[in-house]
């Protein structure tokens, strides 16, 4: 239970807290620390170190009520101890909430913890870098957006100093090894600050990553999707875990590159036939086509595109049969980021209408797939009840790819000539490079899982 104490006594509760009983507490004017997620914390003498992470501050809204971004639970999965640093709207200033950060920093180091790292989504971000430029205690910080002056539209004549007044920041870091993660169509962000970040902290010789407009990633909010732990958590448990990181790190995601493990595909896709079958000759469709380099597509298999949906969920489509305007694919989905959803795949029957793949069956979600200039497609998904529903981009990958040895490393190759949907049903299979395959552990469920 939160406990509201006066302001002298702040500094004095965290240095005698006990850590076991899951919260500490502090002013008057703002929440104080607490944790992240359910559950006991690990406790300085056996964390790798604590995370402390800060939300941002709207101006009609009390953002400490706001979810805790999930991509936490893999730095929480990873050892650490994770917890939030809420405050109410009223008295939450830049310098009064980086001092109170910055003394919570320090009595967490007193407590025993190894190392801290503050965290923070926008004006959140500010605070952590405000607080590693007041305190040595602060070992690393994880900014994502960082913006404390307003977006363009309603802050226009503050709006540039979510740049101007960011990188004196940087050039003043103690010694914290600095992560940043600016998105594009970010309303707060007057843009540019990727290079001139990287350009500081490289002088500075401290150990930084900056990604800076990553694929797929949009909007001031990016962070806090499933798909953002899934592409980026592993990457930043690394940063957290190399204390001694000195220069630039590399945060290249390799999830969602290539089909997982975790993606459940029907036996067909993933194990060979015995003996070679040649891909059926097309009676029309479709875009990723047949194998390169002489290779053979699973029997009944003719094309298949990948890709994921914001939540983090992997998705796959493989056409296995076009007759007319009717088609027969398969569809998979891969597991919720919080394991609440299984893998699962089922087979969909469908139409080409108007130049796209329609899946509309009664009690089941409606997929529909538009092809793109790039040989991919613009995937939708409708809940069976239309009332949710998400976008993906899926790319052509090689169907014979699907049954062979995993690789390291995806290829980067790009299709030879892509297909749209309309031409396809009328010209040859077009011949692309793959990403890399899954391997033979996928080939797990049946086609009557539920489908989400």
Request: overall charge negative; glycine content about 10%; charged content about 20%.
């Amino acid at each position: 239970m939160k406990r509201l104490l006066s302001t002298t006594l702040a500094v004095a509760v965290l240095s005698t807290a006990v850590l076991a009983a899951g919260s500490w507490f502090s002013t008057a004017f703002a929440l104080g620390l607490d944790p992240a997620f359910p559950g006991p914390y690990v406790g300085p003498g056996h964390a790798k170190g604590v995370v402390v992470w800060s939300h941002g501050r709207s101006i009609n809204a009390e953002d400490y009520k706001s979810p805790t971004p999930i991509y936490l639970e893999a730095l929480r999965r990873d050892g650490w101890d994770v917890m939030r640093f809420d405050r109410l709207a009223r008295g939450d200033t830049l310098e009064d909430s980086t001092n109170r950060l910055a003394d919570y920093a320090a009595a967490l180091k007193r407590q025993g913890y190894k190392q801290v790292i503050l965290a923070g989504q926008s004006f959140g971000g500010f605070l952590a870098l405000m607080a590693a430029d007041a305190s040595a205690d602060v070992d690393a910080v994880v900014a994502t957006a960082p913006a404390a002056y307003g977006n363009f539209d309603d802050f226009y004549d503050s709006w540039r100093l979510n740049a101007t007044k960011l990188y004196p920041l940087l050039e003043h870091i103690k010694r914290a090894r600095i992560m940043v993660f600016y998105f594009h169509d970010d309303d707060f962000d007057p843009g540019g600050r990727g290079e001139r970040s990287r350009e500081i902290l490289a002088k500075r010789g401290l150990g930084y990553a900056v990604v800076d407009q990553p694929a797929y990633f949009t909007t001031h909010w990016a962070a806090s999707s499933g798909l953002f732990l899934r592409r980026f958590g592993g990457c930043i448990s690394r940063f957290a875990d190399d204390a001694a990181l000195s220069g630039e790190f590399d945060c290249a995601p390799r999830w969602g590159t290539m089909p997982s493990a975790e993606l459940k595909l029907p036996p067909e896709l993933t194990d060979p036939p015995r003996e070679p079958v040649a891909a059926a000759a097309p009676t029309g469709a479709i875009g990723s086509g047949g194998a390169p380099g002489g290779g053979t597509a699973p029997h009944g298999v003719r094309d298949v595109w990948y890709g994921f949906y914001p939540n983090g969920r992997e998705v796959l489509l493989g056409i296995e049969a076009v007759q007319g305007d009717k088609l027969t694919a398969v569809y998979a989905i891969g597991p919720s980021v919080d394991n609440k959803h299984p893998s699962s795949w089922s087979r969909r029957t469908g139409r080409i209408v108007d130049d796209s793949f329609v899946f509309k069956q009664k009690g089941k979600s409606t997929l529909r797939f538009e092809p793109k200039q790039d040989g991919g497609l613009g995937a939708s998904w409708t809940s069976a009840d239309g009332e949710t529903a998400m976008e993906a981009h899926l790319k052509p990958i090689d169907p014979s790819a699907l049954s062979s040895a995993p690789s390291s490393a995806p290829s980067s190759a790009p299709s030879s000539a892509p297909a749209t949907a309309a031409s396809s049903a009328r010209a040859e299979r077009s011949t692309v490079k793959a990403s890399a395959p899954i391997s033979a552990a996928a080939a797990n469920g049946h086609g009557d899982e539920p489908e989400d």
